[in-house]
């Protein structure tokens, strides 16, 4: 749930639509719309990935993954619960 609205936010913020994201980052489109659906969560390869749109600085991108590592694992929790 919370994964869905950072992703996109993420997207609106770049001002690009989900394929162009999707090919912007080198992940699959299909995998992208499972994010947003919140039929999937990204691995921590994928988190790597979209932690690189957060800043040019590897601290900024450091702790962009940390972050999104976070909010997943709260939505993974959520998922077991249903």
Request: charged share 30%.
């Amino acid at each position: 749930m919370y994964f869905q609205i950072l992703v996109k936010d993420i997207i609106r913020r770049m001002g690009l639509d989900v394929p162009t994201f999707a090919a912007a980052i080198c992940i699959a489109e299909d995998t992208v719309l499972d994010w947003l659906t919140g039929d999937k969560l990204p691995t921590d390869r994928e988190l790597l990935v979209l932690a690189l749109c957060f800043g040019k600085e590897r601290k900024q991108r450091t702790r962009a993954f940390s972050l999104l590592q976070r909010i997943r694992d709260v939505d993974s929790r959520r998922h077991l619960n249903y």
